[in-house]
């Protein structure tokens, strides 16, 4: 992998809840890796700004061009909520995630999401506008006043996922990117973890409270750390090996699971559930959509200051119209009923203002951060692990302070560090990343990988329901899963690469199809065994020349090319010298 060209390199952090960007140029990174260029949002709701937008979409009536994003997507939807001329359009919001519960389903080209009144439109034209935006949006930034002084194939961008997205998902980030006009030799996909860490190892970042030395970056080579990357949607958990001039290796692959911020979103909705009923909630959401998304809005800064040890109670601004849809339909009022609820003395309604005691607010933390620690502490057990005394949080989750103190007090063993804005930690570890990714110096494979081949039959090694007789008249069994390599093991980028060969059986065969297969099992036997299922296909066409015609036992071989954040294969005709190089391409439908 070259990075010689790479003048520009960008990097884009499309997340569930909250997207941004930011970019280097290559003189600045030789100077100082840690340098980035991040673009400071304007919400449009007084002079608040923030270095991340919502990751909200609003689609044209066309359903194929972006009207806006981010908060400029929320406002002008409100404006639209106004003027009654909202069901024209379509607005998306935190899809990201509507994306990653279907990864269990199997992707398929022509897969669709929903927006918010439950329409839908093909999900790889919702991630390629709003990629196509965020790339336009940073580019316009970085070239201001240097256009002609850098050309297109100097400029390089990465755009980050979550560790625990399978391999169709990543592929699916790749032709949504391709979709918005980025050729695939100008992107990488990044994992968040590797690149969370890569950032850490090159800055001093001391443990808050602390007067130490004590940092990632400062951490002696072959020191073991856990990084949990907390989101929106998902937490990522995987551990990373400190080497030496701030590489990494990773040591045990990714884990987690769908425990992010939006599972603490859904209890605040449960619990405005619990004050007005159901019909209210719904009637409110459907009715008033632009108090609704300010309160949302609201909530979402609430979720992360907040420090649930402070004194007094949490307050939020709750609207006139919610407060009037309860008397109208109930024809009683709000703030008595709370007064005589399950609530009363936690919850009360002054001046316009919804105040919250601090138990109730953390309640709505519970199920999310219970899961999480849970984990965390059943990993702790791991005979990996146990030794382990250093944590790294971040992700815009991380930044909570209720999540923070939960995690602390869980492991009072570990040394817990937070950094400084740890919501944009992934993005300037993708952008150290893009200038140079041969720090990541070895990744831990999640599958076993092979291929489906026809090996002649074994009689008490293969099974008789695959045995069948082929058309060079020899007995063959079917379905035979051929082993590459295997979960678990250690693989180098641009180092890790294994070879096996094929043979023809047929004089008159003209192609020969290659069937790639991924497994969660050590040693599959067969391609249909349970865990296993086919992650691709390559076909490799033979030439036509009399001197190869009609020739049996012709030599094919296929090579994988592993480490990297997609697989290469490489098939290639021994008699000709013909070679065919892919990444794998999922066979979706």
Same mark, same amino acid.
Request: glycine share 8%; net charge negative.
């Given at each position: 992998m070259t990075t010689t060209k790479r003048l520009l390199v960008g990097a884009i952090?499309?997340?569930?809840?909250?997207?941004?960007?930011?970019?280097?140029?290559?003189?600045?990174?030789?100077?100082?890796?840690?340098k980035a260029n991040i673009k400071h949002w304007l919400s449009g709701s007084g002079n608040l700004m923030t270095e991340k937008t919502p990751t909200c979409a609003l689609v044209n009536p066309d359903g194929k061009t972006l009207k806006a994003f981010g908060y400029d997507a929320e406002n002008e939807y409100r404006e639209l909520l106004d003027r009654g001329d909202d069901k024209m359009f379509y607005f998306f919001k935190r899809f990201q995630m509507k994306l990653y519960s279907k990864i269990g389903k199997g992707f398929k080209r022509d897969m669709t999401i929903e927006d918010e009144l439950g329409?839908?439109?093909?999900?790889?034209?919702?991630?390629?506008?709003?990629?196509?935006?965020?790339v336009e949006d940073m580019l316009k930034h970085a070239c201001k006043g240097i256009e002609g002084l850098i050309e297109s194939f100097e400029i390089h961008l990465v755009i980050t996922v979550p560790a625990l997205w399978s391999d169709a998902a990543k592929q699916f980030m790749y032709e949504a990117a391709e979709q918005a006009g980025i050729c695939k030799e100008q992107l990488t996909i990044a994992l968040e973890p590797e690149a969370t860490s890569l950032y850490c190892r090159h800055v001093h970042i001391n443990k808050p409270g602390d007067i130490g030395d004590d940092s990632i970056g400062t951490l002696p080579n072959g020191t073991k750390y856990i990084v949990i990357n907390a989101g929106g949607g998902t937490i990522d958990l @995987?551990?990373?090996?400190?080497?030496?001039?701030?590489?990494?290796?990773?040591?045990?692959?990714?884990?987690?699971?769908?425990?992010?911020?939006?599972?603490?979103?859904?209890?605040?909705?449960?619990?405005?559930?619990?004050?007005?009923?159901? @019909?209210?909630?719904?009637?409110?959401?459907?009715?008033?959509?632009?108090?609704?998304?300010?309160?949302?809005r609201e909530f979402e800064f609430r979720k992360r200051e907040t420090n649930v040890d402070s004194e007094g109670k949490i307050s939020m601004r709750i609207p006139t119209s919610l407060t009037d849809l309860y008397n109208n339909h109930t024809q009683?009022?709000?703030?008595?009923?709370?007064?005589?609820?399950?609530?009363?003395?936690?919850?009360?309604?002054?001046?316009?203002?919804?105040?919250?005691?601090?138990?109730?607010?953390?309640?709505?933390f519970e199920s999310s951060? @219970?899961?999480?620690?849970?984990?965390?502490?059943?990993?702790?057990?791991?005979?990996?692990l146990k030794e382990m005394r250093v944590l790294l949080m971040v992700g815009g989750y991380s930044e909570s302070r209720v999540l923070h103190r939960a995690v602390t007090e869980a492991l009072p063993g570990i040394q817990v560090?937070?950094?400084?804005?740890?919501?944009?930690?992934?993005?300037?570890g993708a952008l150290i990343y893009g200038h140079n990714p041969v720090l990541i110096s070895e990744r831990i494979l999640k599958y076993t990988y092979g291929t489906n081949y026809t090996p002649l039959f074994i009689e008490g090694i293969h099974p008789h329901d695959k045995r069948f007789k082929s058309k060079d008249g020899?007995?063959?069994?079917?379905?035979?899963?051929?082993?590459?390599? @295997?979960?678990?093991?250690t693989?180098?980028?641009?180092?890790?690469?294994?070879?096996?060969?094929?043979f023809t059986p047929s004089r008159r065969q003209k192609a020969m199809l290659f069937e790639i297969y991924a497994s969660v099992n050590e040693n599959p036997v067969n391609t249909d065994d349970e865990g296993c299922f086919e992650i691709g296909r390559l076909r490799i066409e033979f030439d036509k020349e009399r001197h190869t015609r009609n020739r049996r036992d012709r030599k094919v071989t296929l090579t994988m090319l592993f480490g990297e954040t997609e697989i290469i294969v490489e098939v290639e005709d021994k008699c000709t010298g013909k070679k065919k190089i892919t990444t794998i391409d999922f066979p979706w439908k």
């Open positions: 952090d499309f997340g569930t809840t909250f997207s941004g960007w930011a970019y280097s140029f290559k003189h600045d990174y030789d100077l100082d890796p840690t329409r839908s439109l093909l999900a790889a034209d919702v991630f390629g506008m709003s990629i196509k935006f965020l @995987t551990v990373h090996e400190a080497g030496s001039e701030h590489t990494l290796r990773e040591v045990k692959p990714v884990s987690g699971g769908e425990w992010g911020g939006t599972m603490v979103n859904t209890e605040f909705e449960n619990l405005l559930i619990r004050l007005v009923g159901r @019909t209210v909630f719904e009637k409110f959401k459907d009715e008033e959509k632009e108090d609704w998304l300010e309160m949302q009683l009022d709000l703030r008595t009923s709370l007064e005589f609820s399950e609530y009363a003395g936690d919850i009360e309604l002054k001046r316009g203002k919804m105040k919250i005691s601090n138990e109730v607010f953390a309640n709505m951060v @219970t899961k999480i620690v849970d984990y965390l502490t059943s990993l702790l057990f791991d005979g990996l560090i937070r950094p400084d804005e740890a919501s944009m930690i992934v993005l300037r020899k007995i063959r069994c079917r379905n035979v899963f051929n082993k590459f390599v @295997t979960t678990g093991q693989v180098k980028p641009g180092e890790t690469q294994l070879t096996d060969t094929y």
